[in-house]
């Protein structure tokens, strides 16, 4: 079955640690996306990318990183985790022609804490 | 001024009650219209999907787009229980550096109680 699929679902670290959130579709899609949400906020796009070996910032800065070497895998790292990332990650994959350029496909999400 | 601006309520309506969802927005560049459903821990999911002006129905669900007042609306008729979730608005322009970037509002948190 095609989806969207995030890894872990939850996580509990402390200050400094390394972390990697993993994302992985199944859709073929070229287009995928990393936002961030914090509780009763609106999704803010942090990372995206249009294909494999492309990766662009998006509109709310963030101190993390992501690569695209797969197209159906797209990593997000935090190299020195702080409280302030705390947070909800949501990822998301898209088309790349006609309507379906636009219709986004979210997996579950990780929810992340930081202590 | 955030370029979508949506209520976020909450909004408690009793079940089989109409609910009306609503956003406004600023960037005239948008084209395509998108409404997700949000459950609690949980990503959001595509609802419904249009492309500039008027309507478009799918089942108890209605969206509604208006580009001259720059105001959309969703339409949740015989509303259930189930349909309790924080609601999102997002748009997108069509074309240049914009193109397929969705712009999401707040979210509206509905709760239909039976």
């Known amino acids: 079955e095609a989806d969207i699929y995030q890894t872990p679902r939850y996580l509990v670290i402390g200050t400094g640690k390394k972390i990697t959130l993993e994302c992985s579709q199944t859709?073929?899609?070229?287009?995928m996306y990393w936002y961030q949400q914090d509780p009763g906020m609106e999704l803010h796009l942090i990372h995206y990318?249009?294909?494999?070996?492309?990766?662009e910032k998006g509109d709310l800065s963030s101190e993390s990183t992501v690569s695209r070497i797969r197209t159906e895998h797209f990593p997000l790292t935090l190299e020195s985790a702080r409280p302030s990332h705390t947070s909800q990650y949501l990822c998301?994959?898209?088309?790349?022609?006609?309507?379906?350029?636009?219709?986004?496909?979210f997996g579950p999400g990780t929810r992340l804490t930081v202590l | 001024q955030k370029e979508v601006e949506q209520d976020p309520g909450p909004l408690s309506v009793p079940e089989g009650a109409i609910v009306s969802l609503n956003c406004t927005y600023s960037?005239?560049?948008?084209?395509?219209f998108m409404w997700y459903r949000q459950y609690s821990r949980k990503g959001p999911e595509l609802l419904m999907y249009?492309?500039?002006?008027g309507n478009k129905e799918d089942g108890r669900f209605t969206a509604q787009v208006d580009k001259s007042s720059k105001y959309i609306s969703l339409f949740i008729r015989d509303s259930q229980p189930s349909d309790s979730a924080t609601y999102l608005c997002?748009?997108?322009?069509?074309?240049?550096?914009?193109?397929?970037?969705?712009?999401f509002g707040q979210g509206t948190i509905l709760t239909v109680h039976p």
């Open positions: 998301a994959s898209s088309g790349l022609t006609g309507a379906a350029y636009n219709e986004q496909f």
């Open positions: 859709m073929g899609h070229d287009k």
């Open positions: 990318s249009y294909g494999v070996n492309s990766t």
């Open positions: 960037n005239s560049a948008f084209q395509y």
């Open positions: 249009t492309y500039s002006s």
């Open positions: 997002a748009m997108s322009a069509m074309g240049g550096t914009s193109y397929g970037k969705l712009t």
